[in-house]
T-cell receptor, first 115, second 114 residues
Framework: DGGITQSPKYLFRKEGQNVTLSCEQNLNHDAMYWYRQDPGQGLRLIYYSQIVNDFQKGDIAEGYSVSREKKESFPLTVTSAQKNPTAFYLCASSIGLTAGGYEQYFGPGTRLTVT | AQSVTQLDSHVSVSEGTPVLLRCNYS??????LFWYVQHPNKGLQLLLK??????LVKGINGFEAEFKKSETSFHLTKPSAHMSDAAEYFCVVSDFSGNTPIVFGKGTRLSVIA
């Protein structure tokens, strides 16, 4: 089955620790995205990548980092610099630019809790 | 820069009655517009999209939306609500302007009463 895999589903970390969230897709999509979802805030774009070895900051990139070494993988690291990291994180991919009308496909999400 | 406003944070309807979820957008270019649905603790699924073709767009599960440029609106409708429609709905705008390629609305939670 083609799709997007995010692991783990739930993640718990202590404050001050970096943590990496996994996102893998086997849809052969060029573009990948990371979003953060908080209650009542919708989805906010953290980082996106349109092609391998290239990525851009979204609206709320501070305290996060990404890499795109392979087409199918786009891991997100939540660093200790992120002031409020507890949230639901969603990864998505699209075959082309969303401005060109290409829809995004979403993974099931990772719920991160930092205490 | 593009933006999107979902006018209601919560809508409650009775099963079998019409659904209207309202969305206004702002874009300096010809935007692509999307509606996504999210069931509790799940990822998002595309309902429908507008990409400068027909202004009335039909989607899955009986939903449709009409692109109205003069009103900068893209409201989502369904003639008859089902219990399974209870979920969070997001209106999304995407164009080639600005630094961010895509912007989500804050969502509308739809409740369906039996």
């Amino acid at each position: 089955d083609g799709g997007i895999t995010q692991s783990p589903k739930y993640l718990f970390r202590k404050e001050g620790q970096n943590v990496t969230l996994s996102c893998e897709q086997n849809l052969n999509h060029d573009a990948m995205y990371w979003y953060r979802q908080d209650p009542g805030q919708g989805l906010r774009l953290i980082y996106y990548s349109q092609i391998v070895n290239d990525f851009q900051k979204g609206d709320i990139a501070e305290g996060y980092s990404v890499s795109r070494e392979k087409k199918e993988s786009f891991p997100l690291t939540v660093t200790s610099a992120q002031k409020n990291p507890t949230a639901f994180y969603l990864c998505a991919s699209s075959i082309g630019l969303t401005a060109g009308g290409y829809e995004q496909y979403f993974g099931p999400g990772t719920r991160l809790t930092v205490t | 820069a593009q933006s999107v406003t979902q006018l209601d944070s919560h809508v409650s309807v009775s099963e079998g009655t019409p659904v209207l979820l309202r969305c206004n957008y702002s874009s300096s270019y010809s935007p692509s517009l999307f509606w996504y649905v999210q069931h509790p603790n799940k990822g998002l699924q595309l309902l429908l999209k507008y990409t400068s073709a027909a202004t009335l767009v039909k989607g899955i599960n009986g939903f449709e939306a009409e692109f109205k440029k003069s009103e900068t609106s893209f409201h989502l409708t369904k003639p008859s609500a089902h219990m399974s429609d209870a979920a969070e709905y997001f209106c999304v705008v995407s164009d080639f302007s600005g630094n961010t390629p895509i912007v989500f609305g804050k969502g509308t939670r739809l409740s369906v009463i039996a």
